[in-house]
């Protein structure tokens, strides 16, 4: 299996432009989640999806945030408009149901706003 | 109180010592527990998964699991410097909260030769 497959790797952009990230979640999973990491605060959940529904997008820090999974091996994340504070490394991960809970992370996007 | 809390660090610990890696939680409905190592500029990468109380081997780690004291912990024995990385607790709140994964800030472990 090759994995969570997340794209692009790294991702420089200018304030105010549109940042789309991509994630491929392990085939027969069922759940896939979204995390961005900082210096500061550390790994944090911005949104999870169960069979393709979003469960919780309470960590999803504002409206210029939006995700969608329109099928089981295909998510998004996308920033609009992005700004600086936004740069953040974004995990993509998924897990599957019953007694394999066990997450698994994608290489991540290194975004970077100026 | 926050789900999930380890011991801040930085640890640091000589080349073939035991290093000790303490996790709390917060909820006692917590039914999943993970150890994710992340070496710096990468992904946190699945080492020891744990769901029941007791000790857990797998070469030179060991988890153990109180559920009673809502404790995790993680011991790596024979520390090589390559085992230098951050550690993140995860605990999964399956029955409440659908698969939800909480991480821990992470301990950082620096293993000197």
């Given at each position: 299996d090759a994995g969570v497959i997340q794209s692009p790797r790294h991702e420089v952009t200018e304030m105010g432009q549109e940042v789309t990230l991509r994630c491929k979640p392990i085939s027969g999973h069922d759940y896939l989640f979204w995390y961005r990491?900082?210096?500061?605060?550390?790994?944090?959940?911005?949104?999870?999806f169960n069979n393709n529904v979003p469960i919780d997008d309470s960590g999803m820090p504002e409206?210029?945030?939006?995700?969608?999974?329109?099928?089981?091996?295909?998510?998004?994340l996308k920033i609009q408009p992005s700004e600086p504070r936004d740069s953040a490394v974004y995990f993509c991960a998924s897990s599957g149901q019953g007694?394999?809970?066990e997450a698994f992370f994608g290489q991540g996007t290194r975004l970077t706003v100026v | 109180q926050k789900e999930?809390?380890?011991?801040?660090g930085p640890l640091s610990v000589p080349e073939g010592a035991i290093a000790s890696l303490?996790?709390?939680?917060?909820?006692?409905?917590?039914?999943?527990?993970?150890?994710?190592r992340q070496y710096s500029g990468k992904s946190p990468e699945l080492i020891m998964s744990i769901y029941s109380n007791g000790d857990k081997e797998d070469g030179r780690f060991t988890a153990q699991l109180n559920k009673a004291s809502q404790y995790v912990s993680l011991l790596i024995r024979d520390s090589q410097p390559s085992d230098s990385a951050t550690y993140l607790c995860a605990v999964n709140r399956?029955?409440?909260?659908?698969?939800?994964?909480?991480?821990?800030?992470?301990?950082?472990l620096t293993v000197w030769p």
């Open positions: 990491q900082t210096m500061m605060r550390g790994l944090e959940l911005l949104i999870y409206d210029r945030f939006s995700a969608k999974m329109p099928n089981a091996s295909f998510s998004t007694t394999n809970t | 999930v809390e380890q011991n801040s303490n996790c709390t939680y917060s909820d006692r409905g917590s039914q999943s527990f993970f150890w994710y399956r029955s409440s909260t659908l698969g939800r994964l909480y991480f821990g800030r992470g301990t950082q």
